[in-house]
């Protein structure tokens, strides 16, 4: 049988599963399945359950189809899981649920300056402190059973391996909990319930063997920490020694532009404007916002709203629903005209990702991934836009190439 490996990306709307050929760098299977967010009690939750039978079941149909070598598990941000030694002892928040800004005041009393973690202020759970202090609050004898809180790759890592570490991409990533001068955790605000850093080509252990008997899986199976999926779209272009000016742009639910070889802290926290340390632990600007999921809220708007073009309106999150809207100059809300609805609104959208581009210093051509990468307007727009070189890359293709590249810089 060949060797492959598999690359598990669990994605804010879909998770998938590749079999991958690493040195050939193709993908030589995938298996997909839509995410659903349970609405509760006692929250709006993450459909554990579910999303564990199908990594079981992609390794099955995998282990049939080629001698596995691997697994990685990455994915989306601004997600916990709070475990005891049996399992979850809450179920994983969904970031969009409004709870955590019920103690809004009372968080930004406490949470650490821009300056220290690159973190602006978010809605919702988008900051993990804020989930976590949210939590601790509403469930605090729930939150004492914990010994581990892990990043979300890091959970499904512990659940494979049974092995708890916490990664440098991730533990940045807008969480408000790790200094980006020192790499090291923000007193006062994890709680002592991270576990140590590792890097994230790193093997964290090999699968358990309660999960390899029960569904006949190789015993030896290695499995990686992992890391967050926008971080990992830089590697391909910014390894420890490779800085070159350049965009990595990472689509989906959300869109996240990195600006690569700009190692200075934006001058200010602009909305969607931040930093993070990257895989190898270097500082590196980005923007970020929900271009995803904004498009697919106005594209379902009701009919009956007035139709405006896209380009002369502008999309705001309402704060009570979380859900994206047009508003057109007079501040009402409008659905795109014209034979074709999406085209404006994704030039709209490639507007929005190239101003924060401009503010975050961005310069250099622009590597494209996920499924903007096959929008020909939104592409379109942003070629037109900017003065260097845009390059889109099909979505389980780059992330094949992302691991291969991860592994590569690893070994020297």
């Known amino acids: 049988m060949p060797e492959a490996f598999v690359i598990i990306d669990i994605g804010k709307t879909n998770i998938r599963a590749i079999l991958a050929d690493l040195t050939a760098r193709q993908e030589l299977a995938v298996r997909r399945m839509e995410n659903h967010v349970l609405p509760g009690p006692p929250y709006p939750h993450l459909d554990v359950k579910v999303q564990a039978a199908f990594i079981i079941s992609a390794l099955t149909e995998f282990a049939a189809l080629a001698r596995l070598t691997g697994v990685m598990v990455i994915g989306h941000g601004a997600t916990v899981a709070l475990v005891d030694d049996s399992g979850l002892v809450l179920p994983v928040l969904d970031y969009e649920f409004s709870g955590p800004d019920e103690l809004a005041a009372e968080y930004d009393r406490l949470r650490p300056d821009f300056a220290l973690t690159g973190s602006p202020r978010m809605p919702g759970g988008l900051n993990i402190g804020a989930q976590l202090h ?13 010994r581990q809180a892990l990043f979300w790759p890091q959970y499904w890592t512990w659940w494979l391996t049974g092995r708890a570490v916490s990664e440098i991409s991730y533990a940045t990533s807008h969480a408000d909990l790790w200094s980006l001068a020192d790499g090291t955790q923000v007193d006062g605000m994890a709680g002592g319930l991270f576990p140590a850093l ?16 029960a ?5 030896d199976l290695t499995v990686h920490v992992g890391a967050h999926d926008s971080s990992l779209a830089l590697v391909p272009h910014a390894g420890r020694g490779r800085r070159a000016p350049s965009v990595a742009m990472s689509t989906g639910t959300w869109l996240t532009a990195f600006a690569i070889g700009v190692e200075a802290m934006p001058p200010k ?28 809220d106005i594209l379902a708007a009701p009919v009956d709203l007035a139709a405006r073009p896209a380009e002369t309106c502008r999309i705001e999150q309402d704060p009570a629903t979380g859900q994206f809207r047009l508003l057109d100059k007079a501040g009402r809300p409008a659905r795109p005209d014209g034979d074709s609805p999406a085209a404006g609104l994704d030039r709209l959208l490639a507007g929005a990702a190239l101003d924060g581009m401009r503010a975050i210093g961005a310069r250099g051509p622009v590597h494209v991934t996920g499924p903007f990468a096959a929008n020909a307007d939104f592409i379109g727009a942003l070629q037109r836009g900017w003065n260097f070189p845009v390059n889109p890359r099909s979505y389980e293709q780059s992330l094949v190439d992302q691991v291969a590249s991860l592994f590569d810089e690893a070994q020297g």
């Open 134 to 146: 949210w939590l601790r609050r509403c469930f605090p004898e729930r939150v004492a059973q914990a």
């Open 269 to 296: 926290a602009l909305p969607g404007v931040m930093a993070s340390l990257d895989i190898f632990g270097q500082l590196v600007p980005n923007f970020r916002f929900m271009a995803g999921k904004a498009r697919a």
């Open 198 to 213: 590792a890097s994230a080509w790193s093997v964290a252990g090999t699968l358990r063997k309660d999960l390899a008997a």
């Open 215 to 219: 569904h006949g899986l190789p015993a």
